[in-house]
């Protein structure tokens, strides 16, 4: 019988982080299990606190509340049994591909003597044998990747996390690396015993996971886990993994909700402040376009990843942002044209920027700014005082990412103007709009 011993539980761990006076929440009650033998996918959308979870497994960072305990013992500083694959490839450029290895040996204590034939043993594991004298820059994205993987096993870990190991690959070099990991975990080539692999992409989480565990954000939390009682190799086309595929993308996109709880609130009310989805307008407008040329009533997410030659997260992110405006609804992985999403893709270029503007200034965030502006002296506003002022409802990164897409939406609407070099927003006056 396999072994299934519980080798990570993580119990009710919650995350927070404080800035100022604010506390923001990245992680809330999670509580999950790992066991031997398992390939795990962590998946769900940026920011939902997959990476937060992960350092956590690996000792890098301790819970707010809750704890993680290590084959029954509480983790209270680095994991020694389990080590991480970035998707940076995190490695030494002035170092050969071979030293790069050997860094890990000498961290493990592995006498001088040792190293190279252990680094030479592993690099031959990864298909990496006779570039052992090359250096970083000289290799491929996949072949700085495939280091990674010798690095990682270099201290013979029980538990593998890989944070989006795949995510900054081109997509051939991502689709022979996910195989060859496959392989050597399959045939027992590697040490390991269990591996949980950080992603966004659930094709990639149904293709190499036994089980996913889905998380979506604000907060982050678990939804869902999903068994994948599918054995190896898997084929993408095949029923039972696109029925996989589209069962969890309904549990990602769920369903449009009322307005007010669609929308949220705006920062400084009651109630929660709903991050924009970060897509440009033209991306939003061209989704649309698409979506009107399908000339069916409903499309399924999942089949329009494959005809946009998108990864499923960013696809995601444009149903949302429709969803937002009002332009889309979406009901558990199948998504519809509003009306009035048809006649903004079919409309002119002035036409959707006043359907555009009628409907962003029902976004709480960027009807506060339009707020702000109309009483501010001059009607102008510092950038820095507005991302501020938002960094008292989002982490510093996010408050900045809110902001510049709260002027990409303005301006496209002609509500704001922006000038780069004074780092000023402006209210532009109001265009006459028969969209009401």
Request: charged share 25%; hydrophobic share 40%; net charge negative.
């Amino acid at each position: 019988m396999a072994d299934q011993t519980e080798l990570v539980f993580v119990d009710h761990v919650t995350q927070t982080y404080t800035s100022g006076t604010h506390q923001f929440t990245a992680i809330q009650d999670v509580t999950l299990t790992l066991k031997a033998g398992e390939f795990v996918s962590l998946l769900g959308p940026s920011g939902c606190g997959k990476s937060t979870l992960l350092r956590m497994m690996t000792g890098l960072q301790r819970p707010t509340h809750g704890r993680v305990l290590y084959r029954g013992s509480v983790l209270t500083g680095v994991n020694p049994f389990a080590t991480i694959v970035f998707q940076s490839f995190a490695l030494f450029p002035w170092l050969t591909v071979q030293e790069n290895v050997e860094v890990a040996l000498k961290a493990r204590g592995m006498s001088p003597r040792l190293r190279p034939t252990r680094a030479l043993d592993l690099l031959d594991r990864v298909g990496l044998d006779g570039f052992e004298n090359a250096y970083p820059r000289e290799l491929s994205g996949g072949m700085r990747q495939k280091v990674g993987f010798a690095r990682a096993m270099a201290v013979e870990p029980e538990l593998l996390c890989m944070d989006e190991p795949f995510s900054a690959l081109d997509v051939l070099s991502a689709e022979a690396l996910r195989g060859e990991l496959l392989e050597l975990w399959t045939t027992g080539k590697i040490p390991t015993k269990a591996i949980l692999m950080v992603t966004h992409n659930i094709e990639e989480a149904v293709l190499m996971g036994d089980r996913i565990v889905v998380m979506e954000k604000d907060p982050g939390r678990v939804i869902a886990e999903v068994p994948v009682p599918l054995p190896h190799p898997r084929h993408r086309k095949s029923g039972e993994c696109q029925a996989l595929v589209d069962q969890t993308y309904g549990l990602l996109a769920g369903q449009t909700k009322a307005e007010p709880e669609e929308l949220g609130t705006a920062p400084g009310e009651p109630g929660k402040t709903r991050e924009l989805p970060n897509v440009t307008v033209n991306e939003l407008a061209g989704f649309l376009e698409h979506l009107a040329s399908l000339r069916t009533q409903r499309a399924d997410i999942f089949r329009l990843t494959e005809a946009l030659h998108m990864d499923s997260d960013r696809v995601l992110r444009l149903a949302e942002a429709a969803e937002r405006l009002g332009f889309v609804v979406v009901d558990h992985g199948d998504i519809s044209e509003t009306p009035l999403g048809e006649t903004f893709a079919e409309a002119s270029i002035q036409a959707r920027k006043e359907i555009f503007a009628t409907r962003v200034r029902r976004v709480p965030i960027v009807n506060w700014l339009l707020t702000m502006l109309q009483a501010a002296d001059r009607h102008e506003l510092e950038a820095d005082v507005v991302q501020s002022a938002l960094g008292l409802e989002f982490p510093p990164e996010a408050a900045e990412r809110q902001l510049a897409i709260a002027i990409d939406w303005g301006r496209y609407a002609e509500l704001i103007a922006y000038d780069h070099s004074t780092g000023m927003i402006y209210l532009e006056a109001e265009p006459v709009s028969k969209f009401g």
